[in-house]
């Protein structure tokens, strides 16, 4: 047995031995039953005070039920209500049958609602329907009419000093009810040890007892008069207690009230309370923020009113979880007043009476915007920059931006402005918009509001009128800004402080789609862009140089094979495979000088290895053994591929010369044959040695460029094994394979495939690649031509620019400066590259075109300018050079041109 069961047990015994005492007691007053003491004045005192007292207690009792949701109090409340009117009505009654009738239907009644506080749903449905008091009070007065003014017709309850047989009845059910009440107030005071619980209790007690033996005494008997006393004396203590309850509990609730509701009040979240249907009681002023509405428009609504439709169905499935779990927490959307739907995460507590039935409950919803923003803000940075690595030309680059920005944004008008290396152009490689057709590239500067972004590198936050503003201020022109927007917003691209460009997005409804705060976080976007942007193009531009060189690796007429300075094969050319029978599955990773040296060459084969892995170029004939043992007569060609002074693979280039070396044995035979054929040897000798001079000289000029790409990948991903390769030095040899073929035929005369050019973009190329170079040596290029120059050229026509650009940077650095002008005259256009160095003597201005003329003491072959005029006589024009003013060089090359187009200006908004 637990201490609980066996404080249940001695409960009941106390109740057996006061329930023995109580009847000897009366069994005692028995004897003395003949005493009669017949007054109706004190009667009525008797009744008039149980009934004031009993109204009070209802009130109070009523009140405590309202405090508590319900409760076991209601029915108490209800009980006295009826006790109170019932008895007001015996203070009338001058039948003495009528007024008995209606004291023991008051006791009836009180006994039947205080056995209903085992039923918590009768007490919650009183508080609720607040039309229930009053329904009570209306019958309990109507009983108290009729029998004031129909008693003859009522059930007679006694006859003379005697009870009629309906009084035992009623006072033995109205004992049992007593009982049953007294009973749960023992249970909820073995529970929870209050006081309240136990007088309560023990007064139920004593009116269950008085109405199962009252039926033994007389009308107007002691026995009469000593239960009246009884009864009156416990209503008093009742009163004294409940009184002296509500009171503290009152002061308590009302400090507790006020504690809470400065909380309530004053906490920055929103608070809402809620009854059991989900309709809200109370809100404090975080809520009214958080909604958009003023306290009386949201108290008395559902909650579904203010969720979103997918939020309603949450809270549905919720609302059981809740009732009986107690607690709900997640996040949900709600719907203010101007229609915003704002995130909210609600934590929710269920509110329970005391006799555990759900009646509410408290919600607080904390606003998350910011937070959802910022996620959302993360995860699109993040899918932005991982974009950067991804397949795809710029285009793609910039729809999967587009679609991305999509998440944080309305993108319905979105373009990017970008510019080119010295700022006097801007494209549009992205346009997308309602009302203006995507511009063509224009010069600058056009007074164009991107352009005073990119100009000024901050961003700009603009409304209709802020535009037109700007345009009474000279500062941009409306002419070439095609449709004005309600609101447009641009932030420039900027990468290590450099603006690449600019990303704008702007509405031409809607004048409040974008605010302020939106203009940070595209600022704050547009960084992470530029640089995907700057890294994706760096990356497509290496890879179309990878795979360019391998392309004319691959189909070059050469036989080629790319070693490592320990002779070991990286890769071999179709030409390769042809002329010794190796497919390149065979020999990777093999040592060449193992397949292809015949033995008795060894030793030399050690030695050349020997001597390209210190730098030096080779050029022999020897033998070599093909795959099926065939001895053949070849030249070779060993090219190291050096950077910063390290020797990182070498180039070896095989031409079959059998038939050359047996031609060569029949000239020996003919002195004038052997002669003709000694000069078309020299002849191919000399095209060889210039093919690979050319390789070799030019492989120096893009390895600036490259290596500044490289790094700039490297800085940002330095694990990237294919980055660190063309960092190695792959890429170096870019430009020299590009142009060999061409070259090649331009050297031995041959026609070269041309087409329609644009010499200002080449230049504006030229000028790109030599950025690093310039940035080093200090100097910088004005290029001062305007209009596009159309020639009918092969791309080769770009070496004659490298060339002159590349040695006005090495031989001009005291100018600092190189001007690039051009003049249109009878057909032809002369391009002009100034520098202001020192000037060539007028003797050897006629000779720095030819091979082996050198401009300066710097080291190299001279042969940049031997080149430049072959390819001039290629396409039939013609290359020069003549004295600066005041001093300084200016190369030139004088070439017809194909047609003339001048600069448009568009009126797209830009």
């Given at each position: 047995m637990n201490k609980k069961q066996f404080s249940y047990i001695f409960q009941i015994a106390i109740i057996i031995v006061l329930g023995t005492v109580l009847f000897q007691f009366f069994q005692y007053l028995n004897q003395f039953s003949q005493l009669t003491y017949e007054n109706y004045e004190l009667n009525s005192l008797f009744d008039g005070i149980m009934a004031i007292i009993s109204l009070i207690l209802s009130w109070l009792l009523y009140q405590k039920g309202k405090d508590n949701q319900g409760g076991r109090f209601a029915s108490l409340s209800m009980g006295f209500l009826t006790m109170g009117l019932l008895l007001t009505f015996t203070l009338l009654s001058s039948d003495e049958s009528g007024l008995i009738l209606l004291h023991n239907l008051a006791n009836l009644l009180v006994a039947l609602f205080f056995a209903l506080v085992w039923i918590s749903k009768i007490q919650e449905y009183i508080i609720k329907k607040k039309w229930i008091p009053g329904l009570i009070a209306s019958a309990v007065i109507f009983v108290g009419l009729l029998e004031q003014y129909g008693g003859d017709k009522f059930l007679k309850i006694a006859e003379g000093v005697n009870y009629?047989?309906?009084?035992?009845?009623?006072?033995?059910?109205?004992?049992?009810?007593?009982?049953?009440?007294?009973?749960?107030?023992?249970?909820?005071?073995?529970?929870?040890?209050?006081?309240?619980?136990?007088?309560?209790?023990?007064?139920?007690?004593?009116?269950?007892?008085?109405?199962?033996?009252?039926?033994?005494?007389?009308?107007?008997?002691?026995?009469?008069?000593?239960?009246?006393?009884?009864?009156?004396?416990?209503?008093?203590?009742?009163?004294?207690?409940?009184?002296?309850?509500?009171?503290?509990?009152?002061?308590?609730?009302?400090?507790?009230?006020?504690?809470?509701?400065?909380?309530?009040?004053?906490?920055?979240?929103?608070?809402?309370?809620?009854?059991?249907?989900?309709?809200?009681?109370?809100?404090?002023?975080?809520?009214?923020?958080?909604?958009?509405?003023?306290?009386?428009?949201?108290?008395?609504?559902?909650?579904?009113?203010?969720?979103?439709?997918?939020?309603?169905?949450?809270?549905?499935?919720?609302?059981?979880?809740?009732?009986?779990?107690?607690?709900?927490?997640?996040?949900?959307?709600?719907?203010?007043?101007?229609?915003?739907?704002?995130?909210?995460?609600?934590?929710?507590?269920?509110?329970?009476?005391?006799?555990?039935?759900?009646?509410?409950?408290?919600?607080?919803?904390?606003?998350?915007?910011?937070?959802?923003?910022?996620?959302?803000?993360?995860?699109?940075?993040?899918?932005?920059?991982?974009?950067?690595?991804?397949?795809?030309?710029?285009?793609?680059?910039?729809?999967?931006?587009?679609?991305?920005?999509?998440?944080?944004?309305?993108?319905?008008?979105?373009?990017?402005?970008?510019?080119?290396?010295?700022e006097t152009e801007m494209s549009f490689p992205y346009f997308v918009d309602e009302q203006d057709l995507p511009p063509e590239p224009v010069k600058l500067p056009q007074k164009l509001i991107s352009e005073y972004v990119i100009k000024t590198k901050k961003p700009l936050f603009l409304k209709k009128q802020d535009i037109i503003d700007l345009a009474n201020k000279d500062l941009i022109d409306l002419d070439v800004s095609g449709t004005i927007s309600e609101v447009w917003m641009g932030a420039p691209l900027l990468s290590q402080g450099k603006a690449l460009g600019i990303i704008v997005l702007q509405s031409y409804h809607n004048a409040n789609l974008y605010s302020k705060s939106d203009l940070d976080i595209l600022n704050f976007v547009s960084e992470q862009i530029a640089k995907t942007i700057e890294y994706r193009q760096a990356i497509t531009d290496l890879q179309v140089e990878k795979t360019y060189l391998n392309e004319l690796f691959t189909s070059s007429p050469e036989a080629l094979a790319l070693v490592t300075v320990n002779s070991t094969i990286l890769q071999i050319n179709k030409k390769f495979t042809a002329l010794f029978g190796y497919e390149e599955e065979e020999v990777f990773g093999r040592n060449i000088d193992d397949l292809l040296v015949p033995s008795e060459h060894r030793k030399n084969a050690e030695k050349y290895t020997r001597d390209v892995a210190m730098g030096m170029q080779l050029d022999f004939e020897e033998m070599r053994k093909k795959k099926d043992g065939t001895v053949i007569h070849v030249s070779v060609l060993g090219s190291p591929v050096n950077y910063k002074g390290d020797i990182l693979a070498v180039y070896a280039i095989y031409r079959d010369i059998t038939d050359r070396i047996k031609a060569a044995e029949k000239l020996k035979k003919s002195e004038r044959q052997y002669r003709v054929q000694s000069e078309e040897l020299a002849e191919s000798n000399s095209m060889k040695k210039l093919l690979l001079d050319v390789i070799a000289h030019d492989l120096r000029n893009p390895a600036g460029v490259i290596k500044g790409f490289a790094q700039f990948g490297l800085e940002n991903d330095p694990n990237n094994e294919i980055l660190a390769e063309i960092d190695q030095g792959v890429d170096n040899l870019l430009n020299i394979i590009n142009n060999a073929t061409t070259l090649s035929k331009v050297t031995l005369g041959d026609e070269i495939e041309k087409e329609e050019l644009d010499l200002v973009n080449i230049i504006n190329a030229v000028i790109k690649e030599s950025s690093s170079l310039l940035q080093f040596e200090e100097m910088s290029i004005d290029m001062n031509i305007k209009e596009k120059l159309i020639v009918n050229a092969n791309p080769i026509i770009g070496e004659v620019f490298r060339n002159y650009i590349s040695n006005a940077i090495k031989y001009s650095k005291i100018g600092k400066k190189i001007i690039i002008d051009a003049t249109i005259e009878n057909g032809y256009v002369t391009v002009n590259v100034k520098d202001l160095g020192t000037t060539i003597d007028e003797k050897d201005r006629e000779n720095v075109f030819l091979r082996n003329v050198q401009l300066g003491k710097t080291q190299g072959r001279g042969l940049g300018l031997a080149i430049v005029s072959r390819i001039a006589e290629a396409h039939d024009a013609e290359v020069g050079v003549k004295p600066n003013d005041p001093i300084g060089n200016v190369f030139y090359i004088k070439i017809p041109i194909q047609k003339q187009l001048t600069e448009k200006k568009h009126s797209n908004k830009i």
């Amino acid at each position: 047995m637990n201490k609980k069961q066996f404080s249940y047990i001695f409960q009941i015994a106390i109740i057996i031995v006061l329930g023995t005492v109580l009847f000897q007691f009366f069994q005692y007053l028995n004897q003395f039953s003949q005493l009669t003491y017949e007054n109706y004045e004190l009667n009525s005192l008797f009744d008039g005070i149980m009934a004031i007292i009993s109204l009070i207690l209802s009130w109070l009792l009523y009140q405590k039920g309202k405090d508590n949701q319900g409760g076991r109090f209601a029915s108490l409340s209800m009980g006295f209500l009826t006790m109170g009117l019932l008895l007001t009505f015996t203070l009338l009654s001058s039948d003495e049958s009528g007024l008995i009738l209606l004291h023991n239907l008051a006791n009836l009644l009180v006994a039947l609602f205080f056995a209903l506080v085992w039923i918590s749903k009768i007490q919650e449905y009183i508080i609720k329907k607040k039309w229930i008091p009053g329904l009570i009070a209306s019958a309990v007065i109507f009983v108290g009419l009729l029998e004031q003014y129909g008693g003859d017709k009522f059930l007679k309850i006694a006859e003379g000093v005697n009870y009629a047989i309906a009084f035992p009845i009623i006072h033995f059910v109205s004992g049992a009810l007593f009982f049953i009440g007294a009973l749960y107030f023992q249970v909820e005071y073995t529970r929870n040890k209050k006081l309240g619980d136990l007088t309560i209790s023990l007064a139920l007690l004593l009116f269950g007892v008085h109405s199962v033996i009252f039926n033994q005494s007389q009308i107007w008997n002691l026995e009469w008069w000593v239960w009246h006393t009884i009864q009156l004396a416990i209503y008093m203590i009742m009163l004294v207690y409940i009184v002296r309850d509500y009171i503290g509990v009152r002061k308590a609730l009302n400090i507790s009230r006020e504690k809470y509701q400065r909380l309530f009040e004053n906490a920055p979240d929103g608070i809402t309370q809620i009854d059991s249907n989900a309709n809200i009681v109370d809100c404090n002023q975080g809520e009214c923020k958080l909604l958009g509405y003023k306290k009386d428009e949201i108290i008395g609504k559902n909650v579904s009113a203010f969720l979103s439709k997918e939020s309603v169905e949450i809270l549905n499935s919720c609302l059981p979880t809740l009732r009986k779990e107690g607690y709900f927490e997640g996040e949900i959307s709600i719907v203010r007043k101007d229609g915003t739907i704002v995130p909210i995460r609600r934590t929710v507590n269920a509110i329970y009476d005391n006799a555990g039935i759900f009646i509410g409950a408290i919600a607080h919803s904390h606003d998350i915007t910011n937070r959802k923003q910022a996620e959302k803000l993360e995860r699109v940075l993040f899918n932005i920059s991982a974009e950067a690595s991804r397949e795809g030309d710029l285009t793609d680059l910039y729809k999967a931006i587009h679609l991305h920005l999509n998440e944080v944004f309305d993108t319905t008008n979105l373009f990017f402005g970008i510019v080119n290396e010295d700022e006097t152009e801007m494209s549009f490689p992205y346009f997308v918009d309602e009302q203006d057709l995507p511009p063509e590239p224009v010069k600058l500067p056009q007074k164009l509001i991107s352009e005073y972004v990119i100009k000024t590198k901050k961003p700009l936050f603009l409304k209709k009128q802020d535009i037109i503003d700007l345009a009474n201020k000279d500062l941009i022109d409306l002419d070439v800004s095609g449709t004005i927007s309600e609101v447009w917003m641009g932030a420039p691209l900027l990468s290590q402080g450099k603006a690449l460009g600019i990303i704008v997005l702007q509405s031409y409804h809607n004048a409040n789609l974008y605010s302020k705060s939106d203009l940070d976080i595209l600022n704050f976007v547009s960084e992470q862009i530029a640089k995907t942007i700057e890294y994706r193009q760096a990356i497509t531009d290496l890879q179309v140089e990878k795979t360019y060189l391998n392309e004319l690796f691959t189909s070059s007429p050469e036989a080629l094979a790319l070693v490592t300075v320990n002779s070991t094969i990286l890769q071999i050319n179709k030409k390769f495979t042809a002329l010794f029978g190796y497919e390149e599955e065979e020999v990777f990773g093999r040592n060449i000088d193992d397949l292809l040296v015949p033995s008795e060459h060894r030793k030399n084969a050690e030695k050349y290895t020997r001597d390209v892995a210190m730098g030096m170029q080779l050029d022999f004939e020897e033998m070599r053994k093909k795959k099926d043992g065939t001895v053949i007569h070849v030249s070779v060609l060993g090219s190291p591929v050096n950077y910063k002074g390290d020797i990182l693979a070498v180039y070896a280039i095989y031409r079959d010369i059998t038939d050359r070396i047996k031609a060569a044995e029949k000239l020996k035979k003919s002195e004038r044959q052997y002669r003709v054929q000694s000069e078309e040897l020299a002849e191919s000798n000399s095209m060889k040695k210039l093919l690979l001079d050319v390789i070799a000289h030019d492989l120096r000029n893009p390895a600036g460029v490259i290596k500044g790409f490289a790094q700039f990948g490297l800085e940002n991903d330095p694990n990237n094994e294919i980055l660190a390769e063309i960092d190695q030095g792959v890429d170096n040899l870019l430009n020299i394979i590009n142009n060999a073929t061409t070259l090649s035929k331009v050297t031995l005369g041959d026609e070269i495939e041309k087409e329609e050019l644009d010499l200002v973009n080449i230049i504006n190329a030229v000028i790109k690649e030599s950025s690093s170079l310039l940035q080093f040596e200090e100097m910088s290029i004005d290029m001062n031509i305007k209009e596009k120059l159309i020639v009918n050229a092969n791309p080769i026509i770009g070496e004659v620019f490298r060339n002159y650009i590349s040695n006005a940077i090495k031989y001009s650095k005291i100018g600092k400066k190189i001007i690039i002008d051009a003049t249109i005259e009878n057909g032809y256009v002369t391009v002009n590259v100034k520098d202001l160095g020192t000037t060539i003597d007028e003797k050897d201005r006629e000779n720095v075109f030819l091979r082996n003329v050198q401009l300066g003491k710097t080291q190299g072959r001279g042969l940049g300018l031997a080149i430049v005029s072959r390819i001039a006589e290629a396409h039939d024009a013609e290359v020069g050079v003549k004295p600066n003013d005041p001093i300084g060089n200016v190369f030139y090359i004088k070439i017809p041109i194909q047609k003339q187009l001048t600069e448009k200006k568009h009126s797209n908004k830009i």
